[in-house]
């Protein structure tokens, strides 16, 4: 009787709901966000009259659009969305396209003309609510949100993860903020809910007894963390790898041994070290620090972006390895990305290693920052001297822990860069034990990745699984935008870059982080943008390319937080073309 009434109850509330947002349209009354819980959840305008006249915000951050044009909506964009219908905010009706037979991304065309009549109240409401972030409104984004979903990824039998995975990812991500569209997993990772208690598990055991913790519980939980990492890894023996904080801390473990090869005068000044114009800021930082300061030269592999295959990778390599043939410097060491940062490809690692030891490179460190959880690892494969990777970022572990794999000729000469008790008795011990700090992150790490057991294929599913949806609505967002994608979907990984329209005006990095910046503050979406200061790629209409995004996709994403990229984008393309007019 009581679920009878429940239900009675929900299907009141939703006919009231339906007859305020009617109302709402028929009398173009402001339609708050709250009125409509299929809407996106996230910060938005105090209000919004639905693209049928002027809309109230506050004005955009961003260079070209901090004067917005109040009578231009955004729903009022000459841009079509996916769908390929066309707003017209001055009638309040959808205009279909006469090209009704296929959809570059679904790959089919539903019949509008026999589900709605065209420039109803209905059909002008059910596509608004679609740009404004309900899914399933139009069959395009209920088509796209069911790809999206995944829905049987989950093993069935333990009824503790909930009668379906949509429940089950929201408990173990409520934590997240709400109204924010997280699509930079890749900048800081994300931890489900179940893998932080651990961690606080093992950080209150360390406070209730630390004497007790430290000769035994930590280290074999260490011990534990490392062997379930080696074997993900495929590496011989876990005493081949040590955690670390991060990948900073891996590539200043080594190279400062690099910096002392060339002051104690095993390596000779002018001898060179390579890496690629790709790599990380913050890498190309530590070569300056350590190597450069000892006397090493730099050679920097010039890639260029936008890239169409792994083809141009390897000539790049090959024309700076030529290079330093010519000029007949030896070439020490070589630092290259498994997944480059920004802009993000997967490399072709094994290849690139393997051309780095046809050509008597020394040592070959991989940074695969990115790599970890994200697309397959087998150190005994890439065949690296050394190989470094976050588990923070696509494994699930909490902030922040990572590996270095060595060959293990090459521990003895490592340390870890802060001098503690166990200085010298093995760089496994040193970074084991670097004075009293929290380890919890390290000894959860395990329990990371146990968590993909919770579905079926684990690992390789969910990884499969992001790849596809990030190819998806990065090919639906290069759609709306009228541009492309950086990189072809065979080197994406579960990040993939997106131009974005050049009537953005980007023209600078500073311009770049005031749009991120507007899009973070003004829509409620969290997304990285690169700048392209040479940019070489152009739309359809000749116009340079200058900046593109570079979403990511995670199990937690939803179709829902790209939706609201793409009209973002759109609403300040609009804002642009009209001040040009």
């Known amino acids: 009787l009581s679920l009878n009434v429940f239900h009675r109850f929900l299907s009141v509330m939703a006919s009231l709901q ?26 938005q305008e105090e209000s919004r009259d639905l693209g049928l006249g002027a809309e109230s915000r506050q004005d955009c951050s961003c260079k070209n659009f901090k004067h917005r044009d109040p009578e231009l909506s955004v729903y009022g964009s000459d841009r079509p969305c996916i769908d390929g219908r066309m707003p017209d905010p001055r009638i309040g009706k959808v205009e279909l396209h006469s090209d009704e037979t296929s959809c570059c991304v679904s790959g089919r065309w539903q019949d509008y003309k026999n589900r709605m009549a065209e420039g109803s109240v209905e059909e002008y409401r059910n596509w608004v609510d679609g740009r404004c972030g309900s899914l399933g409104n139009s069959d395009e984004e209920r088509h796209l949100d069911e790809s999206n979903s995944s829905e049987g990824i989950l093993m069935i039998g333990d009824e503790s993860y909930g009668d379906r995975e949509e429940d089950f990812i929201r408990r173990e991500f409520a934590h997240h903020e709400t109204g924010v569209a997280r699509i930079n997993n890749g900048s800081f990772g994300c931890c489900p809910a179940s893998v932080l208690k651990s961690q606080a598990r093992w950080a209150e055991l360390f406070l209730q007894q630390p004497d007790k913790f430290y000769f035994g519980p930590l280290q074999e939980g260490l011990r ?3 062997r379930a990492i080696a074997s993900l890894i495929h590496a011989a023996d876990e005493e081949e790898l040590c955690l670390v904080d991060n990948v900073t801390t891996a590539v200043a473990i080594v190279l400062q041994r690099l910096a002392c090869d060339f002051w104690d005068g095993r390596f000779q000044k002018g001898d060179a070290v390579l890496t690629l114009s790709w790599a990380y800021g913050a890498v190309k930082k530590a070569l300056k620090a350590y190597p450069l300061r000892a006397g090493a030269e730099l050679i920097e592999v010039e890639l260029q972006f936008p890239i169409t295959s792994k083809d141009q990778i390897i000539s790049s390599l090959q024309e700076s390895l030529e290079y330093a043939k010519r000029e007949s410097k030896r070439i020490r060491f070589a630092l290259i990305d498994h997944i480059t940062s920004m802009p993000s490809a997967v490399l072709p690692i094994r290849e690139l290693v393997g051309i780095c030891r046809r050509a008597g490179v020394d040592e070959i460190f991989v940074d695969g920052a990115h ?69 919890s992150a390290q000894l959860a790490a395990a329990d990371a990745i146990k968590f993909f057991n919770k579905f079926k294929g684990g690992l390789n599913a969910v990884r499969e699984r992001n790849h596809s949806q990030v190819v998806l609505v990065g090919q639906m967002l290069a759609s709306s935008w009228g541009t492309h994608c950086g990189v072809p979907p065979e080197m994406c990984s579960a990040m993939m870059m997106v131009g974005l329209p050049p009537e953005l005006g980007i023209n600078s990095h500073e311009d770049a982080f005031r749009l991120r910046t507007c899009i973070r503050e003004d829509f409620g979406v969290e997304v990285h943008i690169y700048f392209v200061s040479d940019p070489s790629s152009v739309t359809s209409d000749s116009k340079k390319i200058t900046a593109y995004v570079r979403i990511s ?17 759109n609403s300040l393309v609009a804002d642009a073309v009209s001040q040009l007019k």
């Not at 109302?23 to 959840?41: F, R, Y």
């Not at 697309?375 to 005994?380: A, G, H, L, R, Y």
């Not at 696509?394 to 870890?416: D, T, Y």
């Open 18 to 43: 339906n007859g305020l947002v009617d109302l709402c349209i028929s009398n173009k009354i402001p339609h708050k966000q709250q009125l409509s819980p299929e809407c996106d959840d996230g910060p």
């Open 224 to 226: 534990a963390s490392r």
């Open 371 to 439: 790599a970890i959880g994200n697309v397959e690892v087998n150190v005994q494969e890439i065949d690296a001297d050394y190989y470094t990777s976050n588990l923070h970022k696509w494994l699930f572990a909490p902030p922040s822990v990572a590996f270095i794999h060595c060959k293990p000729r090459l521990m003895p000469s490592l340390h870890h860069p802060i001098v503690s008790h166990n200085y010298e008795t093995g760089l496994s011990n040193e970074c084991d034990w670097v004075g009293t700090r929290d380890y």
């Open 553 to 569: 996709h995670q199990i937690y994403n939803k179709m829902d937080d790209y939706i609201r990229l793409r009209d973002a984008v």
